[in-house]
Nanobody, 115 residues
Framework: QVQLVESGGGLVQAGGSLRLSCAAS????????LGWFRQAPGKQREYVAA??????DYADSVKGRFTISRDNAKNTVYLQMNSLKPDDTAVYYC??????????WGQGTQVTVSS
């Protein structure tokens, strides 16, 4: 099983940017789908973005502000987050899937956006 470790979270003011990284302990080339999810306090985990066979997809709430990418050579998936809003405050998780279901998950990284 591949271990996923997120990094890059932190505290940022509204309008700022952060780049999250998710490093895998092994090759990610076997994963056809890599994604980011988030969970805010008191809320359910929600989908943020995914990249499937090179094609990105985004939740409407982040479309135009976030960009997901993957670097197979570095076994890393990224989430570039721009124009951050207080509503983006959450723990962000990366996940990986060889099929349709995300079976491998990271431990999460906290993102806090102050107003």
């Amino acid at each position: 099983q591949v271990q996923l470790v997120e990094s890059g979270g932190g505290l940022v003011q509204a309008g700022g940017s952060l780049r999250l990284s998710c490093a895998a302990s092994g090759s990610i080339s076997s994963f056809n789908r890599l994604g980011w999810f988030r969970q805010a306090p008191g809320k359910q985990r929600e989908y943020v973005a995914a990249i499937t066979s090179g094609t990105p997809d985004y939740a409407d709430s982040v479309k135009g502000r976030f960009t997901i990418s993957r670097d197979n050579a570095k076994n890393t998936v990224y989430l570039q987050m721009n124009s951050l809003k207080p509503d983006d405050t959450a723990v962000y998780y990366c996940a990986a899937a060889r099929g349709l279901i995300f079976n491998d998950w990271g431990q999460g990284t906290q993102v806090t956006v102050s107003s």
